[in-house]
């Protein structure tokens, strides 16, 4: 009958040595797909919009800030116009700040499931990304329709840059998520306070203004934001000027090594004592 | 015959202070702004709670052990170790081969999703993936007998109902150990035997059963083998009969 091969569990008081079990993650992939999309599905028949909730946002924070920030302020965009120019930082800043605000509630909003069964907990902040990186999937293609409509075809070196941009924020995201979902088991405020910094945030990346209005010793220590580094090296290829600022992207690539292996550490630390505490 | 499931010397400790320590940031910030150099709240000896004591016993292929003992004997803490659930204080446990658990009634299930969509869901969540949960999945609805109801959203389901595909989920997936807790209590007479006759058929296909309850005649129509547990220490453990009659003798319910 079974197939598989039978592992002894081995249960202690202490964490097990491996920082992450990628033979029992593998084993169950599955859940994580099925949890993405459950998420998926209940939302979608919950919201009256829902598709069209996930490019609302963008759309509406574009014409916004296309208004106040391009019109009004009248702050720089490049060579592209500033519509286009603050959308192709939207997208990656909202993939980022629903990923890791969805992520950071994912163990309380699966408690149940965690008092009652066991599964590798890990796979409830990391579903939250896989459904914030479907969002953003859909909103790519917002991009890329808004690119068509203005003329614009971004240079080839955009099919390198770009997985280059989605891996880093998947990592990034991944470790704050991580991160903060274990925090927020212990102290459940951190939700609340979680959108603010996140608005903050996002006034010390470059989103709503080019990177090259700082000075350069700012801008390195913004870059330690890793989506700095991920939105100046995709809005390059895509307006089709001057040279990748790689000074940034690698300082984002390490810092998001960085962030992803604390989340990892903290989590792992802590998650034997989430049914406890949930 | 190999033992599958070996606990040793398990011990596990609850904190039951009056108020939690630092439940909010806020007053974890403000804690240490008013006490900066007191590490933590200490703790007393009261506070403590030990929900699990020297627990020690081990269990071979093919068996299924029935645990009785009165409420807050340990009992759900015990398996919830043994699920991985939560971690002990002390001690270790060995099993060997995955383990499929069903202590709620209706756990992980999701009421915005029908019944047809929360069986690949808890399939998922016990680890297996979609073919086999396709393979299975016929003889999953035929035992739970839900048929007319699996487009039916979750939240209409009655208990029984959800107890009858649970049980069913968990019975018919690929894991050696099988833990129920209590469970079958919400389903009627004729599910109970229905269940009883599976879990005989599981155990002669050399899965090993856990099965937690306080009906006397489901255990002894069961089980061989039962532990009494009472206030986190394992009072006895043996033959069905007898360790039913001890506990009854003993009046802990």
Same mark, same amino acid.
């Given at each position: 009958m079974g197939k598989k091969t039978? $592992?002894? #569990?081995? &249960?202690?008081? !202490?964490?097990?040595?491996?920082? /992450?079990?990628?033979?029992?993650?593998?084993?169950?992939?599955?859940?994580l797909l099925v949890l993405?999309? $459950?998420? #998926?599905? &209940?939302?979608? !028949?919950?919201?009256?919009?829902? /598709?069209a909730?996930?490019?609302?946002?963008?759309?509406?924070?574009?014409?916004?800030?296309?208004?106040?920030?391009?019109?009004?302020?009248?702050?720089?965009?490049?060579?592209?116009?500033?519509?286009?120019?603050?959308?192709?930082?939207?997208?990656?800043?909202?993939?980022?700040s629903n990923a890791i605000s969805n992520a950071s509630n994912s163990l309380i909003i699966n408690e149940d499931m965690i008092k009652k069964v066991y599964f590798p907990k890990m796979i409830a902040p990391l579903a939250t990304i896989l459904t914030a990186l479907l969002d953003f999937a859909i909103n790519l293609v917002l991009l890329a329709g808004s690119l068509l409509l203005f003329g614009r075809i971004p240079s080839m070196a955009t099919f390198v840059i770009l997985p280059i941009c989605i891996i880093v924020t998947v990592?990034?995201?991944?470790?704050?998520?991580?991160?903060?979902?274990?925090?927020?088991?212990?102290?459940?405020?951190?939700?609340?306070?979680?959108p603010f910094f996140i608005q903050l945030l996002l006034f010390v990346t470059p989103i709503i203004y080019p990177a090259n209005m700082l000075k350069k010793e700012h801008l390195y220590i913004i870059a330690l934001n890793p989506m700095t580094g991920i939105v100046t090296a995709f809005r390059t290829v895509i307006e089709r000027s001057g040279t990748i600022d790689y000074s940034l992207l690698i300082i984002g690539c390490i810092s998001s090594l960085m962030i992803f292996f604390i989340g990892l550490v903290y989590f792992h630390k802590t998650e034997r004592f989430f049914a406890d505490i949930v | 015959m190999i033992s599958v499931i070996e606990v040793s010397h398990i011990y596990k400790k609850y904190k039951i202070g009056e108020s939690p320590p630092y439940f909010t940031l806020r007053d974890a910030i403000s804690g240490i702004l008013q006490s900066?150099?007191?590490?933590?709240?200490?703790?007393?000896?009261?506070?403590?709670?030990?929900?699990?004591?020297?627990?020690?016993f081990s269990i071979k292929q093919g068996e299924i052990v029935g645990v009785v003992g009165s409420n807050g004997a340990g009992k759900s803490t015990m398996l919830k170790t043994l699920c991985r659930i939560t971690a002990p204080t002390r001690g270790k446990i060995i099993l060997t081969g995955s383990v499929a658990s069903l202590l709620d009634v209706g756990t992980g299930f999701q009421s915005e999703?029908?019944?047809?969509?929360?069986?690949?869901?808890?399939?998922?969540?016990?680890?297996?993936?979609?073919?086999?949960?396709?393979?299975?999945?016929?003889?999953?609805?035929?035992?739970?007998?839900?048929?007319?109801?699996?487009?039916?959203?979750?939240?209409?389901?009655?208990?029984?109902?959800?107890?009858?595909?649970?049980?069913?989920?968990?019975a018919y997936l690929n894991s050696e150990i099988l833990i129920f807790d209590e469970v079958l209590a919400a389903g009627d007479d004729a599910f109970q035997k229905?269940?009883?006759?599976?879990?005989?058929?599981?155990?002669?296909?050399?899965?090993?059963?856990?099965?937690?309850?306080?009906?006397?005649?489901?255990?002894?129509?069961?089980?061989?083998?039962?532990?009494c547990l009472h206030k986190g220490v394992i009072e006895a453990d043996g033959e069905t009969r007898q360790i039913i009659q001890y506990y009854l003798e003993h009046n802990y319910q």
């Open positions: 039978i $592992r002894e #569990i081995i &249960i202690g008081p !202490k964490s097990s040595y491996h920082l /992450i079990d990628l033979h029992e993650l593998w084993q169950y992939r599955e859940l993405a999309w $459950r998420d #998926i599905k &209940i939302r979608y !028949k919950q919201t009256l919009l829902g /598709i909730w996930v490019v609302f946002q963008p759309l509406i924070n574009m014409v916004i800030f296309s208004f106040f920030f391009g019109k009004v302020a009248k702050i720089p965009s490049g060579n592209l116009p500033y519509p286009l120019f603050v959308l192709s930082g939207l997208i990656f800043w909202i993939f980022f990592i990034t995201t991944s470790g704050i998520g991580l991160f903060l979902s274990a925090v927020n088991v212990k102290y459940r405020d951190v939700r609340y306070i979680l | 900066p150099f007191r590490k933590k709240r200490e703790t007393l000896e009261e506070d403590e709670f030990w929900a699990l004591r020297n627990i020690t999703l029908t019944g047809r969509e929360n069986i690949f869901l808890n399939g998922a969540i016990l680890g297996m993936d979609r073919n086999e949960v396709k393979c299975k999945f016929r003889d999953i609805v035929a035992f739970s007998e839900l048929e007319k109801f699996l487009d039916t959203p979750f939240k209409y389901y009655s208990s029984g109902m959800f107890v009858r595909l649970g049980f069913a989920i968990a229905k269940a009883v006759n599976k879990m005989k058929e599981l155990q002669s296909n050399g899965k090993t059963i856990i099965f937690v309850s306080h009906n006397m005649d489901l255990l002894q129509s069961l089980c061989k083998r039962v532990i």
